[in-house]
């Protein structure tokens, strides 16, 4: 695993404890900043939804799609480089984290369906 980059690493760590450890905490807030932090905060807030069809963070002003790692959202279409593993949105690092810790609110049903009724 010392080959790993940051955040392969802090990935298995938190599979591996199956929860947010302080530690754990700490590094993702140090690598990914405040998009860490956010991220963090959505997951405890219940905002990652998983449908038959898509997975979904509840932002502040809309929801966004997240698929293999890549967000619908602005910051990740013009600000980050899908290149390095440490630039990403703070949707797909809720992902990442409600995934792996068990805390992702499962509805099943399509989210297409869902978002016609918005």
């Known amino acids: ?3 790993a980059n940051p955040v392969e690493r802090w990935q298995a760590a938190l599979e591996e404890a199956g929860e947010l450890t302080p530690e754990i905490v700490g590094d993702i807030s140090s690598i990914h900043g405040d998009r860490g932090v956010r991220a963090i905060e959505a997951v ?4 990652v939804k998983s ?4 997975t979904i963070v ?5 929801e966004y799609i997240v698929e293999d790692g890549g967000c619908t959202c602005k910051d990740s279409e013009y ?3 899908a290149d390095d593993p ?3 949105c703070w949707h797909s690092l809720a992902v990442a984290i409600a995934r792996r810790v ?3 609110d499962y509805h099943d049903m399509w989210y297409s369906d869902v978002r016609e009724l918005i």
Not at 51 to 54: A, I, K, L, M
């Open 58 to 62: 509840v932002g502040y002003d809309d």
């Open 79 to 81: 600000n980050l480089d």
């Open 51 to 54: 449908y038959r069809d898509f």
């Open 1 to 3: 695993m010392s080959e």
């Open 44 to 47: 405890g807030e219940n905002r």
């Open 86 to 88: 440490t630039e990403r």
């Open 102 to 104: 068990g805390h992702v």
